[in-house]
């Protein structure tokens, strides 16, 4: 069981419903005080404004989605992602996120060069990290399930998380995102959890659906799938992690559809039983 004030709910989970400032003000009517910012969000409403509302009602941020997708092998295309994910760390420090989520990015344009695309994105968080450093915001690479490898994200598992933040070697601004959905099924995702010990600065939860529809925006609720949270939970926090439990939810045909109070009552409801 859970304690109900590490709960976060990432605003996502709210995406087809509400405005940014609705997600805030709705959770804050829940007693949710810990959410996560939908960059497309925070556009829209302003980053000076969506920052204000935030602290308006004492939110706590987790992570600004998202930064990176830095794999493109056309050189400008390349930098225009680099120079995009700066602002995002900007936006981040001016919203007080503890961090980036950041995500590699997938393959692009029907290239079959996955080796190179990981070497672009391992780079593409290479230049950004003095940025990060300077702001005081920090890089949480996120590792997507290896079946989103083409579309979203050719970092797939702990390991090769693990594997570049050595690369990068500063631990004290990059850290790793653990969300359930990517890494459940890992053969190695115990030990390779246990190896990041303190890199690991975020923990998303949410569950995968043994008849999903759609391997992006179909996840369940926890206690709706196949993934085994509360041991997930456990060892992370055996590997020392004390933050959020961070709910993010991508469901275009069933929890997008739903009134968001409804759903934040369920979710605190499983909160407390799956997680
Ligand atoms: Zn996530």
Excluded at 196 to 211: E, K, Q, T, Y
Excluded at 222 to 239: C, N, Q
Excluded at 247 to 271: A, C, M, T, Y
Aim: aromatic share 6%; proline share 4%; net charge negative.
């Amino acid at each position: 069981m859970t304690d109900e004030a590490r709960l976060a709910i990432h605003q996502v989970t709210f995406l087809r419903h509400w405005s940014f400032r609705e997600s805030v003000e709705g959770l804050a009517r829940h007693g949710v005080r810990k959410t996560a910012v939908w960059r497309p969000k925070l556009q829209e409403i302003g980053v000076a404004e969506g920052a204000r509302v935030l602290r308006d009602h004492g939110m706590e941020v987790t992570g600004l989605s998202v930064g990176g997708l830095v794999t493109s092998p056309d050189a400008r295309d390349w930098q225009s992602a680099v120079d995009d994910t700066r602002k995002v760390i900007e936006e981040a420090a001016m919203v007080g996120a503890d961090h980036v989520v950041m995500l590699s990015g997938g393959l692009v344009d029907g290239s079959k060069d996955v080796q190179g695309a990981r070497d672009r994105a391992l780079e593409g968080i290479a230049q950004v990290l003095p940025d990060a450093r300077q702001a005081g915001v920090k890089l949480g690479i996120e590792p997507l399930h290896p079946m989103l490898c083409e579309k979203r994200a050719v970092l797939c598992t702990m390991g090769q998380a693990n594997d570049w933040c050595d690369f990068l070697g500063d631990d004290q601004t990059v850290g790793i995102v653990v969300d359930t959905y990517a890494v459940w099924w890992d053969p190695s995702l115990q030990a390779e959890i246990k190896r990041a010990g303190p890199r690991i600065c975020a923990l998303h939860v949410n569950d995968w659906l043994s008849d999903t529809r759609d391997l992006r925006l179909d996840r369940g609720m926890m206690g709706d799938g196949v993934i085994d949270i509360p041991s997930i939970r456990s060892a992370v926090e055996g590997a020392g992690y004390r933050g959020p439990c961070e709910v993010e939810i991508f469901s275009e045909r069933d929890w997008w559809q739903r009134d968001p109070d409804e759903v934040i009552r369920i979710i605190k409801d499983r909160f407390r039983t799956w997680v």
